[in-house]
């Protein structure tokens, strides 16, 4: 049996406007494979960000989708720089190495929070709330979170954003997401 190939993570995509970072865990095959963060088409990333702005997204090409998120003071990265893994389920990560985190404050000067996309980002909320802004946990957009529907999370996600002051042009009511946004944990 051969060993897992060691895998390097995607580039940061952050501006010094950005106000909120997205922190994934790692990209999944199909991202790595296209060099586009959340490239899988059953990830809910582009379409719930896409419900919120009342942007055709998924439509888009991706380096207009990437504009879209400077637009709206939204950056993305992951906590791992890389990993060995197969397949794409973060259960599957080994060996990881962490992402120079405490750079976002440099590379971000704008920066009022941290969003964690899912629970093995969310394992690293200690390093950023060393940075002196809000963690928020989001449910994770992943095709693998099949228990939280589309509108559920695009109601959870969109509080996050709103409360962060990322524009929200749509409010999304779903149920299991209190009337603060808030993300049973």
Same mark, same amino acid.
């Given at each position: 049996?051969?060993?897992?190939?060691?895998?390097?993570?995607? !580039?940061?995509?952050?501006?010094?406007? +950005? &106000?909120?970072? =997205?922190? $994934?865990?790692?990209p999944s095959v199909a991202s790595l494979?296209?060099?586009?963060y959340y490239a899988h088409p059953r990830?809910?990333?582009?379409?719930?960000?896409?419900?919120? @702005?009342?942007?055709?997204?998924?439509?888009?090409?991706? *380096? &207009?989708?990437?504009? *879209?998120?400077?637009?709206? /003071?939204? $950056?993305?990265?992951?906590?791992?720089?890389?990993?060995?893994?197969?397949?794409?389920?973060? +259960?599957?990560?080994?060996?990881?190495?962490?992402?120079?985190?405490?750079? %976002?404050?440099?590379?971000?000067?704008?920066?009022?929070?941290?969003?964690?996309?899912?629970?093995?980002?969310?394992?690293?909320?200690?390093?950023?709330?060393?940075?002196?802004? !809000?963690?928020? &946990?989001?449910?994770?957009?992943?095709?693998?979170?099949?228990?939280?529907? %589309?509108?559920?999370?695009?109601?959870? @996600? /969109? *509080?996050? %954003?709103?409360?962060?002051? #990322?524009? =929200?042009?749509?409010? =999304? #009511?779903?149920? $299991? =997401?209190?009337?603060? /946004?808030? #993300?049973?944990?």
């Amino acid at each position: 049996m051969n060993a897992p190939q060691r895998l390097r993570g995607l !580039p940061p995509v952050l501006a010094p406007t +950005t &106000r909120l970072v =997205v922190l $994934g865990s790692f990209p999944s095959v199909a991202s790595l494979q296209a060099g586009q963060y959340y490239a899988h088409p059953r990830n809910h990333f582009w379409a719930i960000l896409g419900a919120l @702005w009342a942007l055709p997204l998924t439509d888009w090409p991706y *380096a &207009r989708r990437l504009e *879209a998120l400077h637009e709206h /003071g939204v $950056g993305l990265w992951d906590v791992y720089a890389e990993c060995e893994r197969e397949g794409s389920l973060d +259960t599957a990560i080994r060996a990881p190495r962490l992402n120079d985190l405490a750079s %976002l404050r440099q590379q971000c000067p704008a920066l009022r929070a941290i969003a964690h996309n899912g629970g093995e980002s969310w394992r690293h909320a200690r390093l950023t709330r060393a940075l002196g802004v !809000p963690v928020e &946990r989001l449910p994770s957009s992943s095709p693998a979170n099949a228990s939280w529907t %589309l509108a559920r999370k695009t109601a959870a @996600w /969109g *509080a996050v %954003l709103a409360r962060h002051g #990322v524009p =929200v042009r749509v409010t =999304v #009511v779903a149920e $299991g =997401v209190d009337g603060a /946004g808030a #993300v049973p944990r």
